[in-house]
């Protein structure tokens, strides 16, 4: 059994959907949990402290150890409170979960910058402002799980969302780096993209008598997303800079790949004709590495070019990313 006796968890936007599903699991499972929520709308209006007590009350009823939290992501001082709570109220912190987030649908074109703002500084920026002071935390603790929530919607895109797709492609790219430093210091960091029948879905989707009959909404029960992010936030995973699906039961691996491409020649000056001459070999995807970071696509850059990454005559030692062979 994946347990969490003994550990500290932060759960945000946890007072409903599929964060109060997380918290409610981490609890089952021992960990004492951090319930934070500002029980605002959907769209992020209003703030309602009962939504965070009332998870807190289910998991004090079913035997197990929880606490409220009230302050918002999006600022740098909530950010420091949220982790402030769990460290006061259980003296340690091993597990985060970066979920807090809102939602609105706007087509591009009627996209107010105010809009645009909005939806960065609660899912972006809130996660910057969380896992700052929590990555600090874990840093002088030996270790610890960061698991932030995107979305496919930043890596593959879905209409009327620019501003949520950009802040949940950014939360990629933050749990790469949080992964690629806190390595050294045990703190691993994930994120999980999922697709799971919430107030998100309804209040998109409208249509009662769709949702009602639709079944692939039937399919995408949120309490199947919870065991990977359960996992991703335990000591059982043992992995770090990864990115995972989870949608309707199916859980898989998302990866951004890096092809061969075309490599012109050293002396010679490319020009737009000649890329438009190599265009297929510069676009396949046949062959391709999964880079750990901007470094591996140098080093397989230079080491096919024949020159050192490094000054004067320094050995360079090439890693061997991932590859899907040819």
Known sequence: MIDFTGQVAVVTGAGRGLGRLYA?????????????????????????????????DEIKKDG???????????????????????????GRLDAVISNAGIFGSVPFEDLSHDDWTRMLRVHLDGGFHLAQPAYRVMKNNGGGRFVF???SAGIFGQPMEAHYAAAKAGLVGLTN????????????????????????????????????ESGFM?????????????????SACTFTHRN???????????????????????????TAEDIQAHL??????????VPTSIVDEVLEVCERRGVSAMPGNADVAFPEPHSNGS
């Open 280 to 289: 297929e070999e510069i676009s396949s995807t046949e062959k391709f590495i």
């Open 218 to 234: 039937q399919a995408i029960r949120p309490e199947l997303v919870v065991p990977l992010v359960t996992f991703l936030a335990s």
């Open 24 to 56: 409610l699991d981490l609890a089952r499972r021992g960990a004492a949990v951090v319930v934070n929520d500002v029980g605002g709308s959907m769209r992020g209006e209003g703030r309602d402290s009962g939504v965070a007590d009332d998870v807190v």
């Open 64 to 90: 197990g150890t929880a606490i409220a939290s009230y302050d918002s992501v999006d600022n740098p001082a909530g950010g420091q409170a949220i982790i402030d709570t769990a460290v006061s109220a259980f």
């Open 177 to 212: 780096v949080i992964a690629i430093e806190g390595e050294a210091h045990g703190i691993i960091a994930n994120s999980v993209m999922p697709t799971g029948f919430s107030r998100m879905v309804t209040e998109t989707v409208g249509d009662e008598k769709f949702l009602a």
């Open 149 to 151: 929530i995107s979305s």
């Open 244 to 270: 995972y699906s989870a949608a309707a039961g199916r859980y898989a691996r998302v990866f951004v790949g890096l092809g061969e491409g075309w490599l012109a020649d050293a002396e010679s000056q490319p």
